[in-house]
């Protein structure tokens, strides 16, 4: 047997559990930046759904469903919908990072079934209304999100202030002002007002702005999107209604239900070079090298021991697996798993290694030390098994040609590429 491999014949899933996780934080090291934003910087390449492909416009209606049903900050409340053909009519089972908020999230994604397949018998000139009820329901449910951005808006424009002051053109005092309408918007206000913005000549000033001077207008951007995505999702789910109307009408939705786990802190080695060495063991010179490599990496560790990690069942990985263990038939054939945000890396390797012939979701590639795998009944425990060890492998490889090619402490070169397909590196 390979030095350092994992033997699925005589480790408990607990400690082929435990590997993946020094497996992970590994990763999570490489991606590491420890200075300026973002904190975790992937290598790995981003990838959005691929529109040139035939069911792009039903898992881009899916995922935007997802979107609606998270009310908190994006990280913080994460959802996924799975839809399954029941031959007669469709149910939806949906699933959160906290299972706790699933139920809220369910009924709301009820109502917006209603919503929509009322919408769907209706002209498409006449939808306003539908979508009009589409945002007020759900921006309503999410007020701590939207607050949130404005928030930031208001601090990322307080940056802009600051750099106009040192000399400016027209279109950029103008850009200015009319973000400002935004941030001192009442909440009720918020999200019409970035809608408004949206539409406006100002908006299309941002994205050039955005492209040529990049910096805060690129953050600003960014920032007006998020607090357009209500407006974004109500009106693409509703002007796609009728294509999906016999799947939205008499559609169930259901929480899908999650074996309890011990949410104990996970349990990590204390230096850079201990927690190599957990993974690549005395394989050779990675754990010493990336040692001395990632040594400015220390304080991330000392803060991941400080405050303790519990493990969490992100989303998609629940709802691939829910579908994997009942056997359940897609909605029109297609093994789509959708979800409010991209796919991390531990989610999307968990999801290529079930048996499931699942479609590549949007991926973002970050890896979080905070992710366990679903539990299956105990006759799949030999597959589970099989799953982290291939899983852990693939990681190994990865990251040791990170160490060793010095791909680390950086992110990826942006791809302008919208219409790519994901793709994990081969290593
Ligand atoms: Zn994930």
Request: with cysteine.
């Amino acid at each position: 047997m390979e030095t350092g491999s994992t033997n699925i014949i005589t480790q408990s899933i607990d400690e082929l559990e435990a590997d993946f996780n020094h497996a992970s934080l590994t990763k999570v090291l490489t991606q590491y930046i420890p200075q300026g934003k973002p904190r975790h910087g992937t290598h790995n390449r981003v990838t959005k759904l691929d529109k040139a492909q035939r069911m792009w416009t039903w898992r881009r209606f899916l995922d935007y469903l997802c979107a609606l049903c998270s009310f908190l900050d994006a990280g913080d409340d994460i959802a996924s919908i799975g839809v399954q053909s029941l031959g007669y009519r469709a149910c939806f089972w949906l699933a959160t990072n906290e299972p706790g908020r699933a139920k809220a999230s369910a009924e709301h994604l009820q109502r917006l079934i209603q919503i929509l397949e009322n919408a769907s018998n209706v002209p498409l000139e006449r939808r306003l209304p539908f979508m009009r009820a589409v945002i007020e329901a759900s921006a309503g449910a999410a007020k701590h999100r939207y607050i949130l951005y404005q928030r930031k808006l208001k601090h990322t424009l307080n940056i802009l202030e600051k750099e106009l002051q040192s000399g400016t053109t027209s279109k950029e005092t103008t850009v200015y002002n009319d973000l400002h309408t935004i941030v001192t918007a009442s909440s009720e206000q918020v999200v019409g007002s970035a809608e408004a913005f949206f539409h406006s000549a100002s908006y299309q000033n941002l994205v050039q702005l955005a492209a040529t001077k990049q910096g805060v207008y690129k953050d600003l951007r960014h920032l007006v999107g998020r607090l357009c995505l209500w407006y974004n999702a109500a009106s693409f789910v509703v002007r796609h209604a009728t294509e999906f109307r016999q799947v939205l009408a008499g559609a169930d939705v259901q929480v899908i239900s999650q074996r309890d786990f011990e949410k104990k802190p996970i349990a990590i080695a204390s230096t850079v070079q201990g927690v190599f060495a957990k993974v690549f063991r005395s394989q050779g010179p990675i754990a010493p090298m990336a040692g001395q490599r990632l040594a400015y990496c220390q304080p991330l560790l000392d803060a991941l021991h400080t405050k303790p990690q519990r493990p969490i069942i992100h989303a998609e990985a629940a709802m691939a697996h829910y579908f994997s263990e009942k056997g359940l038939t897609f909605a029109y054939n297609d093994p789509y798993i959708s979800c409010s945000k991209p796919s991390c890396y531990a989610c999307m390797l968990y999801m290529r290694a079930l048996p499931l012939d699942l479609v590549d979701r949007p991926y973002h590639g970050n890896a979080w030390l905070r992710w366990k795998m679903p539990v299956s009944r105990s006759d799949n425990e030999r597959r589970d098994a099989r799953i982290l060890r291939d899983m852990f492998d693939f990681v190994r490889r990865d990251v040791e040609s990170c160490v060793m090619g010095e791909r680390y402490g950086r992110r990826a070169v942006f791809e302008s590429t919208t219409g790519m397909s994901g793709q994990l590196p081969e290593v």
